[in-house]
Nanobody
Framework: QVQLVEFGGGLVQAGGSLRLSCAVSGRTLYTYAMAWFRQAPGKAREFVASVSRTGINTKYADSMKARFTISRDNAKNTVFLQMNSLKPEDTAVYFC?????????????????WGQGTQVTVSS
């Protein structure tokens, strides 16, 4: 069974940056496609970004494409989400997810393993 733990959330002013990390244990990271999702209060969980097993292919939600970057270090079993130019509407709990498969999937049902989430709060 794979375990995922997110790090790096916090409070930041609008226009600032944060880098989230997701530490994966229990299985080799290369086994999994990885993604970040987020959920704001009162809203459904939404896709943020995903990366294929090799790290070559990535996908982003349209509103985040120019500001966020997903990457992975398979040797260190860690996935990252670099978030720049943050906006108050980016405030949410951010979840790391792992799914069996080679591609960069965008649907939450493609991911069977989830972390507990890390809170990101962007003040105006």
């Amino acid at each position: 069974q794979v375990q995922l733990v997110e790090f790096g959330g916090g409070l930041v002013q609008a226009g600032g940056s944060l880098r989230l990390s997701c530490a994966v244990s229990g299985r080799t990271l290369y086994t999994y496609a990885m993604a970040w999702f987020r959920q704001a209060p009162g809203k459904a969980r939404e896709f943020v970004a995903s990366v294929s097993r090799t790290g070559i292919n990535t996908k982003y939600a349209d509103s985040m494409k120019a500001r966020f970057t997903i990457s992975r270090d398979n040797a260190k079993n860690t996935v990252f989400l670099q978030m720049n130019s943050l906006k108050p509407e980016d405030t949410a709990v951010y979840f790391c997810a792992a799914g069996i498969g080679p591609y960069s999937y965008t649907n939450s049902y493609d991911y069977g393993n989830w972390g507990q989430g890390t809170q990101v709060t962007v003040s105006s």
